[in-house]
């Protein structure tokens, strides 16, 4: 298996998925989008939804509804931002605010 991907880093980015999903769930301007109501009234769960919600920030074809998840009010529901900053946040916290994803070896680069 791949040694750089733990169990823990699943059950963190698992756990944060759920989250996500039911902060937009319950957030007020919002609601709706998991759980959608059918033509009997009975409220069923509806993935396809959400996919196209997370994936909205990055629909380039919409651009106004595109620019609108980049806007400063509504970043707290634009799951690209919010996964890269709790990935980020993760990271430097299982490092212990070492980068050490990112050391480079300059002799490798250039003769010294």
């Known amino acids: 298996m791949i040694d750089w991907i733990d169990w823990t880093d699943i059950l963190f980015f698992g756990t944060y998925n759920v989250l996500y999903a039911f902060y937009v769930e319950l957030h007020p301007g919002l609601g709706k989008i998991i759980l959608r109501t059918d033509s009997n009234g009975r409220d069923r769960l509806n993935m396809s ?50 980068m050490s994803a990112i050391e480079y070896d300059i002799g490798n680069y250039c003769s010294i």
């Open 49 to 98: 939804s959400f996919f196209n919600f997370i994936t909205t920030p990055l629909n380039f074809k919409k651009k106004n509804i595109m620019k609108m998840f980049w806007q400063p009010s509504n970043l707290d529901i634009n799951y690209v931002f919010t996964t890269a900053m709790f990935l980020s946040a993760y990271s430097l916290l299982r490092t212990g605010g070492r």
